[in-house]
Nanobody, 122 residues
Framework: QVRLVESGGGLVQAGGSLRLSCAAS????????MGWYRQAPGKQREVVAS???????NYADSVKGRFTISRDNAKNTVYLQMNSLNAEDTAVYYC????????????????WGQGTQVTVSS
């Protein structure tokens, strides 16, 4: 069994900062890309940032310069530092990872966390 557990969401004033964490646990052999997505009410889920196992990073244009994604491969954890938050960042944030689970046959799976709410008050 593989689980992704997010933490760090909450309520913050506009201009403030939050740091999200997502830890993967279970029968993990390897983790490829890890990323953060978000879904605001009435909108589709969108990618926020992603990072490969080699450290290659991509950001959505809307968060460039404000958000920073990082990962600790030893802890199977990905982080999202969010600065200069505004009301448009209000959403449920989901962690995603491509994980090779132990067992036979070996196969890569796409895993999601349960989501953490980020609310920015203006």
């Amino acid at each position: 069994q593989v689980r992704l557990v997010e933490s760090g969401g909450g309520l913050v004033q506009a201009g403030g900062s939050l740091r999200l964490s997502c830890a993967a646990s279970g029968s993990i052999l390897s983790i490829n890309a890890m990323g953060w997505y978000r879904q605001a009410p009435g909108k589709q889920r969108e990618v926020v940032a992603s990072i490969t196992s080699a450290g290659s990073i991509n950001y959505a244009d809307s968060v460039k310069g404000r958000f920073t994604i990082s990962r600790d491969n030893a802890k199977n954890t990905v982080y999202l530092q969010m600065n200069s938050l505004n009301a448009e960042d209000t959403a449920v944030y989901y962690c995603n990872a491509g994980i090779l689970k132990s067992g036979w046959p070996l196969n890569w799976g796409d895993y999601w966390g349960q989501g953490t709410q980020v609310t920015v008050s203006s």
